[in-house]
């Protein structure tokens, strides 16, 4: 039964990963970038949140309401203002722009909140829990999938019934004739970008809720973010929710069988992966 | 680029080049004959910087392949300097290129992996390797000591004033090799492949270049040469633990030091590595404001002048101290 319940944490926790992920390939898939603060990003709409329930007392699943349409706007200004201007000057500026972003979010948050872990008040529901049989599930992390997967929905039916999300796909496919059906690719690019913070605002938040976080956290969500798109295979939602379930599997038996094996389980199926199955488990997107 | 920007540099002739290094290179050698322990001390951090951000800067600046978990080598050649002068009883000098030779060996292996992601994602890939040796190195609790890491224990048999020269030359000759050796590999044959494959690697493929043996000759060269380097951090500091030889603030310095400096020039890390410390100084006492610092002017850089620092005053003086770059020939 101790095993039932490693495997049906595992999955879970895979909810919360495949934000995270489904975040990193949204824009990868539209304008072929990868954001090296994306994990930083989730650490910060964690303490957005945190303000925000320190100010206005509300609960944090009200909070998201407020901390989602802030970071929406932090992402058209951050492709709109800084990470446009590199386009067409090949993959490296946005590469290296993100990264330095990276280390100024980290040290920023450092300045103002200390390395002290710190976690979002969601009252009663952080410790409730109810028991089938033997297995018991914590209600926040019940609600933190099953949020997740809303999410997925949502966005699937964006990209594939809404006129916006057309002008998404058309992008990703070819910019140039995008544009010559009157699509501006750059607004584009600041939608997805915008789009992109605020699902991992979604994230940062349940990340708050289930665990505590630290500014120092960012990297290592990154790298989740990654492992999740990459098992998954790039381009494909429901992938990156399977590739996230696979990782926090992975992470959660590795976590059994010896506590300091938690990360290293998860990077080694990833690897694993690449070694036999280097496109993902289901691959949409040409990475080219 | 311009052609006009090609035929107005001026280039030292390579006697005024040679005779040049030659007498930095001597001045740089007869420190440890006037100067304090102290500034041999921040001299090896400050020739262990530039080196690391040589090798940085071929993968990325030359061959186009961004890493960001070059990490990976530093710890392994720290911990493989310990392991080899302490538990294998190699001297502890040549043990600091042994570890070269061992990032190296793993980098073969590890490149398999990794070249299967493109750009952006390369990258990441680059930092889940870093973060499994880091993670390994740390639950060998017995052998590595785990967390809280180990101290070169071989370093107590030399006298501290020798061990502190010798540690200090080291540096120079490691410092001035990693320069030598970019320059040497620029001007070669595999130079003007690199060159073309970070430009298109469709159309270096397409006119003949074999992209994926050149640049897996770059990755492990410069695994090799940050391995080295990782061996002499530790020589000149004596403890290690995988939290700071592992981590990734380590390829936070290379890329500051090259995007600031100029990347894709030789010149570029030197200037970078000036500043670097300049800002580092001047803000010591301000804890984590110097990275912030750093992180800004670099990402300015990108946005303004992303040739960097040497890119500004190559334009300005109309002059290239280490001429990489190629010209048409009726050019002179």
Known sequence: MQWVNIVLQGILLGGLYALYGTGLSLIFGVMRLVNLAHGDFIVVAAYLALVAGQMLGLSPFLNVLIVAPLMFGLGM?????????????????????????????????????????????????????????????????????????????????FFSRTTPGRAFRATSDDPATAELMGINSKQIYGLAMGLSLAVVAVAGVLLGVRTNFAPADGPARLIFA??????????????????????????NIGAQLNPTWFQLAGHLVTLLVLAFRPTGLFARTRDT | MTTSDFQETRRLSERTLLITSVLVVAALLSVPLWGSSNLMRTLVEFISLLALAQMWNLLAGYAGMVSVGQQAWIGLGGYALIVFADDLKINMFLAVFLGGVVAALIALPTAALVFRLRAGYFAIG??????????????????????????????????????????????????????????????????????????????????????????????????????VVGGLIYLNVLRITPEASFSAQWTAFMIFIVVIGGIGTVEGPLLGVLVFFAIREY??????????????????????????????????????????????????
């Open chain 2, 126 to 227: 680059t930092w889940v390797v870093a973060e499994v040796f880091r993670l390994l190195v740390a639950s060998s609790t017995d052998w590595l000591k785990g967390g809280s890491g180990r101290t070169l224990a071989a370093a107590g048999a030399l006298e501290r004033g020798l061990r502190e020269d010798l540690t200090y030359w080291l540096a120079v000759f490691i410092g001035v090799s990693a320069v030598a050796l970019v320059y040497w590999l620029m001007r070669s044959r595999a130079g003007l492949g690199l060159t073309a494959i970070r430009d298109s690697e469709t159309a270096a493929a397409s006119l003949g270049v074999d992209t994926d043996r050149v640049k897996l000759l770059v990755y492990v060269i410069c695994a090799f040469g940050t391995g």
């Open chain 1, 77 to 157: 200004l951050l492709q709109q203002g800084m990470l446009n201007r590199t386009l067409g000057k090949g993959l490296m500026p946005p590469l290296l722009i993100t990264f330095g972003l990276s280390v100024i979010i980290q040290n920023v948050l450092l300045l103002t909140f200390t390395a002290d872990s710190r976690g979002l008040d969601a009252g009663q529901i952080e410790t409730a829990s109810f028991t089938v049989g033997e297995v018991s599930l914590g209600v926040a992390p019940l609600m933190t999938f099953v949020v997740a997967v809303l999410l997925l929905v949502a966005l699937q039916l």
């Open chain 2, 283 to 332: 803000l010591s006492n301000f804890g984590g404001w110097s990275l912030i610092l750093l992180g800004v002017v670099a990402i300015g850089m990108m946005l303004v002048a992303p040739q960097g620092l040497w890119g500004i005053l190559r334009k300005r003086l109309r002059l290239e101290l280490f001429p990489v770059r190629r010209r048409l020939p009726d050019e002179g």
């Open chain 1, 226 to 251: 990654f492992e999740s798109v990459i098992i998954g295979g790039l381009g494909s939602l429901w992938g990156t929710l399977v590739g996230g379930i696979i990782l926090g599997l992975a992470q």
